[in-house]
């Protein structure tokens, strides 16, 4: 994989975190009585989401690789904003998203060890 798919499965993380943090926001602000401004956050949030489908699905790698190796962008995104929001970081959310890098990383990684081991032995 190429340094540049790298920076397209984080741009996808933060379009999808960034998308949902907007829609949860309008979601609470629509409760706490702001009528006028709510549908306007929650339509950015929509097309936000809407922008990151698109990218996603256009991401130049075999499916499984892309959302195996995604899920961990995802995971480590998601955390860094929570943490963020929360002013707070949940030491089991981060080693629940170690857990989830190291699953990516045998989704990316897997096959080409899987090679070398045939080769050696």
Request: no cysteine.
């Amino acid at each position: 994989m190429e340094p540049k798919h790298y920076g397209f499965l984080l741009l996808a993380a933060v379009l999808e975190v960034g998308g949902d943090t907007l829609v949860r926001e309008a979601l609470a602000r629509w409760q706490a009585g702001w009528k006028m401004l709510a549908p306007m956050v929650l339509v950015g949030g929509i097309a936000v989401l809407g922008i990151y489908g698109v990218l996603i699905n256009k991401a130049p790698l075999p499916f499984g690789t892309t959302l195996g190796l995604y899920v961990a962008f995802f995971g480590v995104v998601g955390v860094i904003v929570g943490s963020i929001r929360d002013w707070r970081v949940d030491w089991w959310n981060v080693a629940g998203v170690v857990i989830i890098i190291l699953g990516g990383l045998v989704v990316n990684h897997g096959e080409r060890i899987r090679a070398a081991a045939a080769r050696a032995g």
